[in-house]
């Protein structure tokens, strides 16, 4: 009895080292690939998506050429990474705060008010969507999908008026990426999203009332997904 005991208790520590060294190794794994998508942002910000290579993400994040390629194959690979685990992370959350507003007017203030605040409080990641100037790719489902979506029901409830909706969507977008970059370079204060989207809304002819309505309303708050929080940490 004793024999077989001991060899039920060897088993057992020879389960719990094997558990131990698997969860070790994939948490080596994830640490590195986040030190990848990291220095990847950095570089999209300086380079943009189209001007980047793969000797800039091994220079930014100090990593062999063959621990790049356990992880990526190509930089459109790490661009899609960077977009679905950070932009498309953020919109999402955004999105879960806004779409229990019935308003559309007030969900396009609310979402890309929330939007580029948090560009601007991480700027690692502004810097990289402002670069992209709104490219689909590299900026996720807001300039796709739901901004669309809202300019268009507030058109469609006679609570915006213009004529053209992609010109609509373009002054939104352009606006939104111009704006957070003249925050990041200091080249104006925070206040200056704020000033921006009641332009923004004017220009979309939205009546003054309700512009002036939203902008004494206080930002509600989201959870920021853990990719853009572990951003900062991840630098090498």
Sequence with gaps: MRASGDSAGLAASEAAKEDHRVRTGAARRESTRRKLLSAAVEVFAAKGPDAASIDDFLAAAGVARGTFYNYFKTTSEV?????????????????????QIDDPVERVWVGCLIYMEVAVCHPAWGRFIARAGGR???????????????????????????????????????AIYQSIETVLSGAAERQHLRDLMRLVLAALGIAPSTIERLNDMPLP???????????????P
């Design 136 to 174: 689909s790719e590299a900026t996720g489902r807001l300039t796709d999908i739901y901004l669309p979506r809202d300019l268009v029901s507030a058109r469609e409830r006679g609570m915006a008026h213009f004529t053209h909706d992609r010109a609509a969507r373009d002054l939104v977008v352009g």
């Design 79 to 99: 661009l899609s990474a960077v977009t679905s685990e950070l932009s498309d992370a953020v919109i999402a959350r955004i999105e879960d705060c806004v779409r």
């Design 221 to 235: 708050e989201i959870e920021l997904p853990d990719s853009l929080k572990s951003l900062e940490a991840a630098k």
